[in-house]
């Protein structure tokens, strides 16, 4: 919930949208219809979820519905393949698509000047040597439903910047990212 928090108070801060920071990010199911109050979804590790067909289709009408998602935090093979499986069965006519740098979603707000980034310091063990590589899956119409960021974690230098030992430059950096998610979800 860290990482929710610090990137909630970085969009209230370089923003006038009404952001409740006294209150904890609220978790919801696919299924669950309280969901489509938000415009914006974090996924997290979804190498191991196992959703149900129910729960595929609610991830289909929420995006379809203009709802955006941002996939974070899985790594190696084994884990693309198990997302790569549910994102399959609920767009199965919309492509996985590598993004690179000139996407709107990488200029809505900041202007990302590089996708090369680290892993994040917590967890480079875990990623050892490979490089964050940035996908999306667009509608007919060229919107973005989902972002999703695999071999890397950004949440993670959220959760982290406020430990004195996080290195800054690359959680700046992070919050970038994420403020730019924020803002396309809002506005695509």
């Not at 370089?14 to 696919?30: M, Q, T």
């Not at 892993?119 to 439903?145: C, H, M, Q």
Request: glycine share 6%; with cysteine.
């Amino acid at each position: 919930p860290g990482a929710g928090r610090h990137l909630n108070k970085i969009i209230s801060e370089l923003s006038k949208l009404d952001i409740h920071l006294d209150v904890n990010e609220p978790i919801y199911g696919f299924t669950d219809p309280d969901l489509y109050k938000y415009p914006m979804a974090y996924l997290c590790e979804m190498g191991f979820m196992n959703l149900s067909d129910q729960e595929i289709a609610g991830m289909r009408e929420y995006c379809m519905r203009g709802g955006f998602i941002l996939a974070d935090d899985f790594r190696n093979q084994r884990e693309w393949a198990v997302f790569e499986m549910h994102v399959k069965k609920a767009f199965p006519e919309f492509p996985l698509k590598k993004l690179d740098i000139s996407h709107p979603v990488f200029n809505c707000f900041f202007s990302i000047k590089t996708l090369d980034i680290p892993a994040p310091y917590t967890t480079s063990a875990n990623y050892g040597s490979v490089a964050p590589e940035f996908w999306g899956i667009e509608d007919d119409k060229g919107r973005l439903l989902m972002v999703i960021n695999y071999n890397n974690d950004i949440s993670d230098f959220w959760q982290w910047s406020d430990d004195p030992f996080a290195p800054i430059e690359q959680t700046n950096e992070a919050y970038k990212f994420g403020v730019n998610y924020v803002m396309y979800a809002l506005t695509h």
